[in-house]
């Protein structure tokens, strides 16, 4: 049996090997043991939207089209955007009645779960 110590997308985890048909006198040299890193922890994104009501991406994705604009008023529900994730299309709906006071994305970005895309007034 052998232990390694493994880092996989900033998690670290010990894992334990056994080897299976090798002999004694073929085992691979020992490698030596390396110090794990420490997590790195990515940025909360960033509240840059004018308004008081924030428009969040509720997953991570592709902006595939913005559909309202900056002044436009909207009911709770009509669709701000559009974001694909997975290989589907989904609408991104206002939270509530209001005006678009800032939309914070374009077409094509790329954007994380929880990224401000937009606000209302």
Same mark, same amino acid.
């Given at each position: 049996?052998?232990?390694?110590?493994? #880092?996989?997308?900033? +998690?670290?985890?010990?894992? @334990?090997?056994? &080897?299976?048909?090798?002999?004694?006198?073929?085992? %691979?040299?020992?490698?030596?043991?390396?110090?794990?890193?420490?997590?790195?922890?990515? %940025?909360?994104? /960033? /509240? #840059? =939207? /004018?308004?008081?009501? *924030?428009? +969040? %991406?509720?997953?991570?994705? *592709?902006?595939?089209?913005? *559909?309202?604009?900056?002044?436009?008023?909207?009911? *709770?529900?009509? #669709?701000?955007?559009?974001? @694909? %994730?997975?290989?589907? @299309? +989904? @609408?991104?709906?206002?939270?509530?009645?209001? #005006?678009?006071?800032?939309?914070?994305?374009?077409? =094509?970005?790329?954007? &994380?779960?929880?990224?401000? !895309?937009?606000? !209302?007034?």
């Amino acid at each position: 049996m052998k232990n390694y110590r493994i #880092t996989v997308n900033g +998690n670290v985890y010990d894992v @334990e090997v056994e &080897e299976v048909g090798a002999s004694a006198s073929q085992s %691979a040299p020992a490698a030596a043991p390396v110090k794990a890193a420490a997590p790195v922890k990515a %940025a909360a994104p /960033a /509240a #840059t =939207g /004018a308004g008081s009501v *924030k428009i +969040n %991406a509720p997953m991570p994705g *592709k902006i595939l089209s913005v *559909k309202a604009s900056v002044g436009q008023a909207v009911k *709770k529900g009509d #669709t701000i955007m559009v974001l @694909e %994730a997975m290989k589907m @299309e +989904n @609408e991104i709906p206002a939270p509530a009645d209001g #005006t678009i006071a800032s939309i914070d994305v374009k077409e =094509g970005a790329s954007v &994380e779960a929880g990224a401000v !895309l937009g606000s !209302l007034n």
